[in-house]
């Protein structure tokens, strides 16, 4: 089965420019279709994708460059823009909110995700997680290094995922929105070894959550609290 998505044609000048705001956490220049004021209607033709390879039917060969998929119900506006190589996604995937901003960021090598940032309304990001090898973005299989951040820009905790995907591992440090540090943390495979420091207002929401937990879980996976948000 074939499926296609759109492919915008553009200069040498707008892919570049369009790489490197992909690496940024701006909006587009004033007046660029991306912004969705006042931009001319997205130009697209068709990309068939054919055995895991996207094609570009008007060459017959695999899409390279840079691909903008506009929402379907207002096409003025670009929701994702894909740096594509040899038919396989490779580089930035950028996801846009309808004003403009940017919502999440996957990192592609051949064809595999290998990074993602989320990003809260306005651009500040907000998590950067990194995949397992081989994983797919569905599976939101996280391992190696994880990095949160509050609204205000200043770090909210920065640890290792474990190879369960589920929880830690080795150290992990939260800061509260003043940039203090509230919980410093020794981790083995999920499973909390040792509380170097916890600040008391850190201490009495591990309680609350864990009494939470205790009282609403069943013990089944998916009906756990999220890992980042346990102790």
């Known amino acids: 089965m074939t499926t296609r998505i759109p492919l915008v044609r553009s200069s040498l000048l707008a892919a570049l420019a369009l790489g490197s705001l992909a690496l940024s956490n701006c909006k587009p220049p004033e007046g ?3 912004e969705g004021e006042g931009g001319a209607k997205v130009k697209t033709t068709k990309l068939e ?3 895991g390879i996207a094609i570009n039917p008007a060459t017959g ?3 390279k460059g840079i691909v903008l ?3 379907e119900d207002e096409p003025d506006k670009v929701q994702f823009s894909t740096t594509y190589k040899n038919g396989l996604k490779h ?3 950028v996801e846009f909110r309808k004003n403009g901003d940017m919502s999440r960021e996957t990192g592609y090598h051949q064809g595999q995700a290998r990074y993602l940032i989320v990003r809260y309304k ?3 990001m907000k998590t950067l997680s990194f995949y397992e090898d081989g994983s797919a973005p569905a599976d939101e299989k996280w391992i190696g290094p994880h990095t949160r951040a509050h609204k205000n820009g200043f770090a909210s905790a920065n640890g290792i995922r474990a190879n369960n995907y589920h929880g830690w591992d080795k150290r992990k440090v939260d800061w509260n929105k003043e940039g203090q540090v509230s919980g410093d943390y020794l981790f083995y495979q999920g499973e909390l070894v040792e509380t170097l420091f916890e600040a008391d207002a850190q201490a009495d929401r591990r309680a609350e959550r864990e009494a939470w937990n205790d009282e609403n879980l069943t ?3 998916e009906t756990a609290a999220p890992a980042d948000e346990q102790n």
């Open 219 to 221: 013990g089944n996976d």
């Open 69 to 71: 998929i506009p929402f």
């Open 61 to 63: 060969k695999p899409a």
């Open 49 to 51: 994708i054919k055995d």
């Open 32 to 34: 660029w279709v991306m």
């Open 122 to 124: 306005g651009g500040m």
């Open 91 to 93: 580089g930035p995937e």
